[in-house]
């Protein structure tokens, strides 16, 4: 049992690096292109422009990836709990990734939340942040539903669905998810994902966490 669980851990940290390295090598070659196209003699001044504003997109994509190497080496520090009010994080989450979720034609919908929960507040906005991100950059054009559950007096469960219209086709794999498993697992959470395929791909996902002291 214990392999075959170590066997499992292994896989998914191979497919976690293989995903890493894939995200860093693609802006390096164009990055390293445009460069290269830059000192290239007889070019045009729109020429050249064209060629430093492809190596700054590049240069900008490279940054990303760097940030979500360092948010994957800080989601195993479970950071200092408290009680936050959930309702609160989700409608600053909301203002934020607007523009992402209308550049993705996805709606957001949210029923009222009242619950709150024992976790550090910037860890728990930073988890939700990279799960939301994870979803909008596989998918768009959809529905995005969020629930709040007492499970218990000592349990709080979060649920979240996205119904969709269309896969990218392309998706960023599972770095972002990992952070957010990370993140909830590191305050005692623990998220499940489970994705059904068909004309319209349904994600539905639970993340529990410990209820905030009343």
Do not use: Y
Not at 174 to 190: K, N, T
Request: glycine share 6%.
């Amino acid at each position: 049992m214990k392999t075959a669980v170590a066997d499992r851990s292994s896989e998914a940290q191979a497919l976690l690096f293989s995903d890493l390295f894939h995200q860093l090598s693609q802006p390096l070659t164009a990055l390293q292109c445009a460069l290269e196209l830059s000192l290239a003699r007889d070019r045009t001044a729109e020429q050249f422009r064209s060629s430093v504003a492809l190596a700054l997109e590049n240069s900008g994509r490279l940054r990303a990836c760097l940030l979500r190497i360092r948010a994957l080496r800080d989601a195993d520090d479970p950071g200092h709990p408290g009680t936050v009010a959930v309702e609160e994080i989700f409608r600053l989450l909301h203002e934020e990734m607007l523009p992402l979720l209308e550049a993705a034609a996805v709606c957001w919908r949210m029923e009222e939340m009242s619950a709150s929960v024992q976790a550090d507040r910037a860890k728990l906005k930073a988890g939700l942040f990279h799960l939301f991100l994870h979803l909008l950059e596989e998918f768009h054009r959809g529905e995005l539903r969020v629930r709040l559950q007492e499970v218990s007096r000592r349990r709080v469960q979060i649920n979240i669905t996205l119904q969709a219209a269309v896969a990218n086709g392309n998706p960023d794999g599972e770095f972002l998810l990992e952070i957010a498993r990370r993140s909830f697992r590191a305050m005692g959470g623990e998220l499940i994902l489970c994705r059904t395929g068909g004309v319209r791909p349904l994600v539905e996902i639970r993340i529990c966490l410990q209820g905030g002291k009343r």
